[in-house]
């Protein structure tokens, strides 16, 4: 994978992040906070992470080696869904100007991680895909579990505008 081919990947995890704020914003306090499914995470602790992934698995990726983690503490610290929006946005934020930052050589190179054995760039990326995706389904179910029929997840025509399709660039 090259940068180009990121970067088309990455558009579509653009149009995922709006859906998903639109899907936070359908939950309120008490909901984010609570435990709708039994043993598993809250909403907010799901959420966090997501994102802490997304932009920890970017920054990876950039520095060539995995950052600690802060995502047990970022979590106890959001309390309600105006901290939780501020988490997500600014996460947001520094995952996709790294992203968009990334260069060929940074997406092909391999970088050692936790997992036990070092992984290319562009895998790492990757796993951001999965990991998001398959959050985002549990958080649709915990949605459902609320008595809440979820926003659809490819509409992305009612994403804010800075999260809707975009033309390509000639």
Excluded at 129 to 155: F, K, N, S, T
Aim: net charge negative.
């Amino acid at each position: 994978m090259n940068k180009q081919a990121h970067l088309a990947t990455w558009g579509m995890m653009r149009l995922r992040h709006g859906i998903t704020l639109r899907v936070i914003d359908q939950l309120n306090d008490a909901q984010l906070a609570s435990h709708p499914v039994a043993g598993m995470r809250t909403p907010i602790e799901l959420l966090v992470h997501m994102y802490h992934g997304t932009q920890n698995m970017t920054a990876t990726v950039l520095a060539g080696a995995m950052p600690e983690s802060t995502e047990k503490a970022d979590a106890a610290k959001i309390t309600t869904k105006a901290q939780l929006l501020e988490y997500v946005n600014a996460s947001w934020k520094k995952a996709n100007d790294t992203a968009l930052a990334l260069t060929d050589a940074q997406i092909g190179s391999l970088i050692q991680t936790p997992w036990g054995e070092p992984f290319p760039g562009f895998a790492i990326l990757g796993f951001i895909h999965d990991e998001y995706l398959h959050h985002r389904g549990q958080l649709y179910a915990y949605v459902r579990v609320c008595g809440i029929e979820p926003v659809m997840m490819w509409d992305f025509d009612h994403n804010a505008p800075e999260f809707q399709k975009q033309t390509a660039k000639a």
